[in-house]
């Protein structure tokens, strides 16, 4: 008896081949044992595919790109006496396995005999995408040349061969490939029959009697096949990529998604590829000269992987996505993946989401080509891959809205405006981050006046108008739009109306109910626009139900309100206004919904756009990934210094005077109690102190304003975010402001002079020789790259009014240009412009080098700082917060703190890609590990699976290190669990999140409803809510004792801060996380850990402790003219980022219990008790206002915040004015 081995990946659905394969052997090599394995018993390392490995006669290898696995293959193909090796299609490590006679594989093409070197350099024509292509016609030209081979060559020809046979799958050439290696290989006497070649493009219908050479010839065919009716319209045109090896193999699913789509009087144009030639369909297949003068209306990618390369190009992600941008903006069409799973059952998949290697193939590949609406198409069911129904059905309905928004002109499109107001009576109604609403909107719906569309009588005469009108939206009285009983009954299928009935009760439930029979949709409708409110999540004050139901869904009015959306007022398109709402957020699978996923019920039958910062991928793809959604990414706000004023200018004059004192005086006081002089700190020391503080605030970047969609900042506005840019050092070059240090200009003069070469010779004309530096000019290639990437800043900030052309765009049908989303102070013009389809990172490639170099200086300098206040003892164990957020834009750096913490570093494959986090032997490492307790936001466990099963690998690697507990607490820790009565699996779990499926601590939730009595439970609250681990096989386990036991060993929460927009004081997610963690481990241990959090802007590192840094902020923001003022200039939006800061004091006081009493006694003064501000919230935001003083009260009530009975008594006052007033505006407005 023969036995090869064939270990084939990607391959878990084609066994019916195989038993063709078999029956057609068994006439002549009846001898052959044919044991055939894939990828999944690699990983799971399978004692019967070693054994397998151990006997083989012939070993066939293919489609292996993980190097885990492949380190265990090339182990267990080394103990095999294998007489010969064949590896295709896999990584060099694995290539290298190769062995025929004397013919070995590099992988590289330098492999290849020089002839064949030659052909290849011809074929791509100096194209570079064109390069993995050019591969597949080599082998057509091999197959040629096969015969004119010298005998030196021969095992080299069965090699190639071999290929050749294997690139054409079906069973009769793969049944004479097995012949050839056992004539070849194994000296046995059987007869080869000629290869016969299979097209590697073409097109196949189900219903055609062959394959077409081409889309021309097809399209002849299938216009016979289905002809026009007379008179009709022509039907859009969908072109379908798919794999060829699917369609030689009969893979069912290719014709019934062919079979929905002509079902729904569209046209298909199926074409089939052999994997890396998609972008070559795109150039030169999908163009009217070859589809007789038709264009296509949509292209629709069943593979996944990038358009250029395929799955080849996916060891080289987004390497080729400006050539890919480029060929799909030509084409100009929507580009979806609709692609069933290859390497999952329908089982696995509905249990557990798309795996970590699919979603890569599935997601963040084609992600970065601009893709759209993915839909999980089908998974293996009984040895084949399938499509199912409702999948289908969801392709159609995404396919039939896009193509329909391409036919229709711009007065027939249906367009709804989606807006925000959670919790509602805040004065958040209409409000997103970064984002003036009313006047985006106001702008958006000007541009889409001009271009044709029906606004109706719209209030677009500006937009405190528009703020007016959308305010008085809220009223219930008297609803534009309800939803009945018998309506909601036809709008949900019966198995989600029974859900939302054992979840909220009979209809119509207690949410917005109108009368007995309704719910009210809060809408204003504008001819053919419509802007309406989102219905809040659950019932305000009670968001328990929402943070504990583990059968939570949406209730009725929320339901009501998308399904009303669609199938009722019609809507052909749906924008979603800034970031962000909460419908990509519902529960269900994390990805690859299925249709009891309620995200899939709400977004999933029109085309759904999304107005999204460019600096902030990560919340973006949830609304991608699980809201169907296009991302159509807008600036962030100015920014601006924060300079010094009032008190703080009193303090400098104070400690100007104070310096001149000869001699100084033993005591000082500059009049901030923040800084105060320290027992036996020296006067010079202080007042030394006391200047870095006021220097620090006063250069201190802050943002200025609001965007408004569609509108560029003014020039002079941008100079504060060039100069931040120019600040980051880059590419080995030195940041502006250290090269103009080192060109001679003073630490006083430095900023002065950098804010002078932006002004005069960046956004002004000054040549850089004219500008003084200081005691030399800069160096002449200096400046000049400081010019360029200055200017390319200043162009992209202006090429905003693009946004708008990108929106009405999308709205006409049309492609929009992908872009990674990036902060533009880290990225500088990389971030730029905005207007473009944010997409993610490289998931293989984190941490990149830079960031393992700058993540290893922070846990240097955190490792550093707590020793200091410790008496030099290292901390046993840190909780460190992390977030997709800062993982995206700073490519990993928290990731990288995390393992340089830890004692490990990234190692890479022969791809470039990290297959491993590796342990640094203590020798080397030089300190004891630290153990982590890592509390991973909900949309980092769903973007970067396989950064955590990395990290998992690496924790249950050092819990199981032969090293001292003293050296290793993981270990140690680990040990401790065990003893306590836990299993080895579950003390080795070391990151933590929400269950799969849902989302954010509940902290932050119970603060904004004020649904919490003693700080004891929203402790609890975190617990609860982040107990489930993941990583390795956890998938989302619950481990409440262990999160529990894990607390009360930390010792530091850590966690770094990003970028300039989002502070402590600027969003409820810091105190939601670290902030619960600090308040959880308090609890635990019966002491509150230091809080310690890291930003690294513009370059430089600083470690501030929690109660520092809120100090900063309250100072050079939330206290500070330069920040309220705009934000009170842009009315209603502005007032409501004002109102949004007292919630996220008493937060922090909640959680930390770290906000200063003068913090909120200036707070009071300026925002409340000076009467001129406070009208002014009051007019442009009453809620906004009203929210302010019951924050302030609620303080005071909670022990947060001290303040006298006459304070207390004014503030209530006011309040009740204040709610007076809200009256008497909304009953103006009824």
């Known amino acids: 008896m023969t036995h090869m081995t064939f270990v084939l990946g990607m391959e878990r659905f084609n066994a019916h081949l195989w038993d063709e394969v078999l029956a057609d052997l068994a006439h002549d090599a009846p001898g052959i044992h044919i044991a055939r394995f894939h990828d999944g018993h690699v990983e799971q390392r399978d004692p019967q595919l070693a054994q397998a490995l151990a006997r083989a006669d012939i070993i066939f290898v293919t489609l292996i790109n993980e190097r885990g696995m492949a380190d265990w293959l090339t182990q267990q193909v080394g103990q095999s006496s294998a007489r010969a090796v064949f590896a295709f299609e896999s990584m060099p490590e694995v290539m290298a396995l190769n062995r025929v006679g004397e013919y070995r594989v590099s992988g590289s093409r330098s492999a290849l005999p020089k002839p064949m070197q030659a052909v290849l350099q011809l074929i791509t024509r100096g194209r570079d995408e064109d390069t993995l292509y050019a591969y597949t016609r080599l082998t057509r030209v091999a197959a040629r040349l096969l015969p004119l081979m010298p005998a030196k060559l021969s095992d080299f020809r069965t090699w190639l061969s071999v290929n050749l046979y294997w690139n054409q799958p079906d069973a009769a050439n793969i049944a004479q490939m097995v012949r050839l290696i056992a004539r070849d290989c194994l000296g046995m006497a059987l007869q080869v029959a000629p290869l016969q070649p299979i097209p590697t493009m073409g097109c196949a219908h189900p ?121 799909l903006a030509a084409l100009d069409v929507p580009y979806m993946i609709a692609q069933p799973l290859q390497m999952q059952s329908e089982a696995e998949w509905r249990e557990r989401g798309v795996a970590p290697m699919q979603a890569v193939i599935m997601y963040d590949l084609p992600e970065m080509d601009g893709s759209v609406a993915p839909v999980t198409l089908g998974a293996i069911r009984e040895r084949e891959i399938v499509a199912l129904p409702d999948r289908l059905a969801r392709v159609v309905r ?26 509602p009576g805040l004065g958040k109604l209409g409000t997103a981050a970064l984002l003036d609403v009313p006047a985006s909107l106001q702008q958006v719906l000007g541009r889409m006046r001009e271009q044709g569309y029906d606004l109706g009588s719209a209030p677009l005469g500006s937009a405190a108008d528009l703020a007016r009108a959308i305010d008085a939206m809220a009223d219930t009285a008297s609803p534009e739009h309800v939803v009945t009983r018998e309506q909601f009954r036809a709008l949900v299928p019966d198995r989600q109306a029974a859900r939302i009935e054992g979840s909220w009760g009979a209809w119509p439930g207690a949410i917005a109910p109108h009368g007995r029979d309704a719910v009210r949709i809060e809408t204003r409708t504008y001819g053919k626009v419509l802007i309406g409110i989102q219905p809040p999540m659950g019932v305000p004050g009670d968001p328990m139900r929402l943070l504990f139901d583990p059968a939570f ?31 990509e957020w519902m529960p269900g699978l994390q990805l690859g919904l299925t249709d009891e996923c309620w995200p899939d019920l709400l977004l999933g039958d029109v085309p759904q756009l999304y107005l999204y910062p460019l600096n902030n991928p990560a919340e973006g793809l949830m609304a991608r990934r699980r809201g169907y959604a296009t991302l159509v990414s807008h600036l962030v706000p100015p920014y601006a210094r924060a300079g010094l004023y009032r008190r703080l200018s009193q303090a400098q004059a104070l400690l100007q005077h104070l310096e001149q004192c000869d001699p100084l005086p033993e005591t000082a006081d500059v009049g901030l109690p923040e800084v105060q002089q320290r027992a036996d700190e020296p006067t010079a020391a202080y007042l030394l102190r006391a200047r870095g503080y006021l220097r620090d605030l006063e250069q ?175 901390p046993a164990t840190v909780a460190l917060a992390l977030w997709a957020l800062d993982t995206i834009k700073s490519e990993g750096e928290s990731l990288a703190t995390a393992l340089a913490l830890l004692g490990a570093r990234p190692e890479r494959d022969g791809q470039g890609k990290i297959w491993r986090f590796a342990p640094i032997p203590l020798a080397e490492l030089g300190r004891p590990r630290v153990d982590l307790l890592l509390d991973i936001s909900s949309i980092f466990r769903d973007t970067f699976q396989l950064s955590l099963d990395l990290l998992d690998a690496l924790f249950r690697a050092l819990a199981a290190a032969d090293e001292p507990e003293e050296l290793n607490p993981i270990r140690a820790h680990a040990l401790s669990l065990v003893r306590d009565g836990a299993d080895w699996e579950a003390a080795t779990a070391r990151i933590f999140t929400q269950a799969p499926g849902m989302y954010g601590t509940g902290v932050d939730e119970r603060i904004d409803e004020s649904a919490w009595d003693e700080r004891s439970e929203l402790a609890e609250t975190y617990v609860q809510r982040s107990a489930y681990t993941y990583g390795g096989g956890r998938g989302g386990a619950a481990a409440p004792e262990i999160l529990r036991g894990m ?78 003022e705009p934000l009170l200039d842009h009315g209603f939006a502005g007032a409501a980022e004002i109102g949004n800061r007292f919630t996220y004091l008493v937060g922090w006081g909640a959680t930390a219990g770290n906000v200063d009493g003068w913090v909120f006694d200036d707070a009071a003064a300026t925002f409340v008790f000076d009467d001129a501000v406070r009208q002014r919230l009051a007019d442009a935001n009453p809620r906004a206002a009203r929210n302010a003083v019951a924050r302030l009260l609620e303080a005071h009530g909670r022990g947060i915040w001290e303040a006298d009975d006459a304070t207390i008594e004014r503030l209530r006052a006011i309040h009740g004015d204040l709610e007076d007033h809200l009256e008497g505006a909304l009953g103006n407005a009824r």
Request: net charge positive; hydrophobic share 45%.
């Open 207 to 327: 219903a055609a009697p062959r394959p077409f050479a081409t889309p021309e010839e097809y399209l002849r065919w299938y216009r016979r096949h289905r002809p026009t009716k007379r008179g009709a319209a022509e039907r859009p045109l969908v072109a379908l990529i798919t794999f060829r090896k699917h369609i030689v193999q009969r893979q069912s699913y290719q014709n019934a998604l062919i079979a929905a789509l002509e079902a729904a009087d569209l046209d298909v144009l199926p074409i089939f590829v052999s994997g890396i030639e998609m972008h070559v369909v795109v150039r030169e297949w999908l163009v009217p000269a070859m589809l007789g003068g038709r264009r296509i209306d949509m292209l629709i990618n069943t593979m996944g992987f990038p358009l250029v390369g395929g799955p080849a190009g996916s060891t080289r992600p987004g390497h080729y996505r400006e050539q890919s941008a480029a060929l």
């Open 700 to 874: 201190r970047l802050i943002l200025d304003g609001l965007h408004v969609f569609g509108r560029a900042p003014a020039r002079e506005r941008s100079a504060a975010l060039i100069e931040a840019a120019l600040d980051v050092p880059r590419e080995g070059h030195a940041g502006l402001l250290e090269a103009l240090q080192a060109a001679g200009v003073s630490d006083a003069d430095g900023a002065g002079r950098r804010q002078a070469f932006v002004l005069e010779c960046i956004l002004g004309t000054l040549p850089p020789e004219r500008f003084a530096a200081g005691d030399a000019p800069l160096p002449g290639a200096l400046a000049r790259r400081f010019i360029t990437e200055g200017r390319a800043i200043a162009a992209g900030l202006q090429a905003a009014p693009g946004e708008l052309d990108a929106l009405l765009h999308a709205l006409g049908g049309g492609y929009v240009l992908p872009h990674t989303g990036a902060d533009p102070v880290r990225a500088g013009a990389a971030a730029l412009p905005s207007g473009r389809n944010l997409h993610g990172i490289d998931p293989w490639r984190l941490p990149s080098d830079a960031a393992m170099r700058r993540g290893t200086a922070m846990a240097t300098a955190l490792l550093d700082r707590h020793r200091a206040a410790n008496a030099g003892a290292w």
């Open 1047 to 1124: 607390l009360r060993s930390v010792e530091h929460v850590f966690q770094p801060i990003d970028s300039v927009e989002y502070g402590l004081t600027d969003m409820q997610h810091y105190y939601g996380h670290s902030g619960a963690i600090q308040l959880a481990a308090a609890q635990a241990r019966g002491r509150a850990p230091a809080l310690t959090y890291a930003e690294q802007q513009a370059g430089t590192l600083t470690l501030n402790d929690a109660a520092d840094l809120l100090r900063v902020e309250a100072r050079a923001k939330i206290l500070n003219p330069r920040w309220y």
């Open 553 to 583: 869904t949406p209730h009725h009015q929320y339901v009501a309100f998308y399904r009303w959306l669609t199938d009722v007022w019609g809507a052909h398109a749906v924008v979603h206004v800034g970031m962000h709402g909460t419908a």
């Open 398 to 423: 995404q396919v039939s809205g896009w193509t329909r928004l391409r036919r229709l002109a711009a007065h027939e499109r249906r367009v709804a405006f989606v807006l925000y107001n959670f919790p």
